[in-house]
């Protein structure tokens, strides 16, 4: 949103600054940090008195202390990282809206299956064929439009080989079952550490 104030430099020259991407990514770490910081104490009161997060009988005994913590921490992370977005990217980019979908949908996926581990005490949420089959169906959609529309013609479907400037990796066809891959790795990588015990950023 901010983005476009850089639209009115030729009655202001400094704002021009909104113009660029480092500006704006600063402003955006801000802007997380302060929604986090003002909004994050109140969040967790309130999901005190919702959700509990229950710890798995099989964790170390030093763990069991953390009985009680309030689950669905991520709607922190998911408020401060969209706000900060909508006041500082620039929202008529792609690629900006593709993230955002993204994330909108795997927090809803969270949040139900929080939701239901709360609320309708079934003890391990959604079930894994209905989370899996949710990530592999958007992993999918994401994979192909990428693939059919990439942001880089020339290296859409190459990734580079590690600590190698110079060698890369022709995927083709293949590109698509590995960002799938990816994806899916990534959005579960968090959330198995979490499973564990419910805290994977720390005690």
Request: hydrophobic residues 50%; contains cysteine; glycine residues 8%.
């Amino acid at each position: 949103m901010l983005y476009y104030l850089y639209q009115l430099k030729p009655l202001f020259s400094p704002l021009n600054i909104f113009q660029y991407i480092t500006f704006r990514a600063a402003g955006a770490f801000m802007t997380a940090l302060f929604v986090s910081l003002t909004t994050g104490p109140g969040i967790i009161r309130w999901l005190k008195t919702k959700k509990a997060q229950r710890i798995r009988a099989d964790t170390p005994a030093g763990h069991q202390s953390k009985t009680g913590t309030p689950a669905m921490g991520g709607l922190i992370i998911y408020l401060a990282m969209t706000v900060g977005y909508l006041f500082w990217a620039r929202l008529t980019d792609r690629f900006v809206l593709l993230f955002l979908t993204t994330c909108t949908v795997l927090f809803l996926l969270g949040y139900a299956d929080d939701y239901l581990k709360a609320k309708e005490h079934r003890k391990d949420g959604l079930s894994m064929a209905v989370k899996l089959g949710v990530q592999l169906i958007l992993a999918l959609g994401i994979a192909a439009y990428l693939y059919i529309d990439p942001p880089n013609t020339l290296q859409a479907v190459s990734v580079s080989v590690p600590y190698s400037k110079e060698w890369f990796l022709h995927l083709g066809i293949l590109y698509i079952p590995f960002c799938m891959m990816v994806l899916i790795g990534s959005s579960n990588a968090v959330n198995l550490a979490d499973g564990l015990d419910g805290l994977a950023c720390g005690r």
